[in-house]
């Protein structure tokens, strides 16, 4: 999962609530977490062309290649205006600690947590798979990653996500509604 700032992934899917458009803009920017410097991730997501999600993330990868999420600022926005600050974290503030997001080598079937502050981000993943081909709008991707995601603060949610080498997430699917949202492009500042 390579961050080199002006790097941004597109993805799109349809939903429920309307077409989601999600671009996951990588940034020159560094922020310090508990002495780990981190990559600053601009993540904005619309729905119907229109704003609803507004985010800054921070990711740092370890010497063995495991990739660390250090927390999120995220903003709900309603008709252009912020309406909520719900999901943002921190790690080493209140209690929260950074997760992975993506092992580096892990076994299948081992449990691991992407985020956790208490009450606010708690995502648990499990590996699944390995060695899978998946074909998305950007394309046939092989060697992938397959993971069952949950949460205790959402039991009813259940999602699979996959991860290509060099690339990172490609697709994310909804197993309660099927609902997905699929990798598309990449650009290149």
């Given at each position: 999962?390579?961050?080199?700032?002006?790097?941004?992934?597109?993805?799109?899917?349809?939903?429920?609530?309307?077409?989601?458009?999600?671009?996951?803009?990588?940034?020159?920017?560094?922020?310090?977490?508990?002495g780990?410097?981190?990559?600053?991730?601009?993540?904005?997501?619309?729905?119907?062309?229109?704003?609803?999600?507004?985010?800054?993330?921070?990711?740092?990868?370890?010497?063995?290649?495991?990739?660390?999420?250090?927390?999120?600022?995220?903003?709900?926005?309603e008709?252009?205006?912020?309406?909520?600050?719900?999901?943002?974290?921190?790690?080493?503030?209140?209690?929260?600690?950074?997760?992975?997001?993506?092992?580096?080598?892990?076994?299948?079937?081992?449990?691991?947590?992407?985020?956790?502050?208490?009450?606010?981000?708690?995502?648990?993943?499990?590996?699944?798979?390995?060695?899978?081909?998946?074909?998305?709008?950007?394309?046939?991707?092989?060697?992938?990653?397959?993971?069952?995601?949950?949460?205790?603060?959402?039991?009813?949610?259940?999602?699979?996500?996959?991860?290509?080498?060099?690339?990172?997430?490609?697709?994310?699917?909804d197993?309660?509604?099927?609902?997905?949202?699929?990798?598309?492009?990449?650009?290149?500042?």
């Amino acid at each position: 999962m390579p961050l080199p700032p002006g790097t941004t992934l597109v993805y799109e899917g349809q939903t429920a609530e309307g077409l989601s458009h999600v671009e996951f803009h990588v940034l020159p920017d560094r922020q310090v977490i508990l002495g780990v410097t981190c990559t600053t991730v601009h993540d904005t997501k619309t729905l119907d062309g229109r704003l609803s999600e507004d985010t800054l993330d921070w990711f740092a990868q370890d010497v063995d290649g495991n990739v660390w999420y250090f927390g999120e600022n995220t903003h709900t926005v309603e008709d252009g205006l912020i309406v909520s600050l719900e999901g943002s974290w921190t790690a080493g503030q209140d209690g929260a600690k950074a997760g992975i997001v993506m092992h580096a080598d892990a076994d299948l079937g081992q449990l691991y947590r992407e985020e956790f502050a208490l009450g606010t981000a708690e995502d648990v993943a499990r590996l699944v798979a390995v060695h899978q081909t998946i074909t998305v709008q950007y394309g046939t991707l092989t060697e992938c990653w397959k993971s069952e995601d949950f949460s205790a603060l959402e039991p009813t949610v259940l999602e699979n996500k996959f991860f290509a080498p060099g690339i990172g997430s490609v697709m994310e699917i909804d197993l309660d509604t099927g609902e997905f949202i699929e990798l598309t492009e990449i650009r290149h500042d």
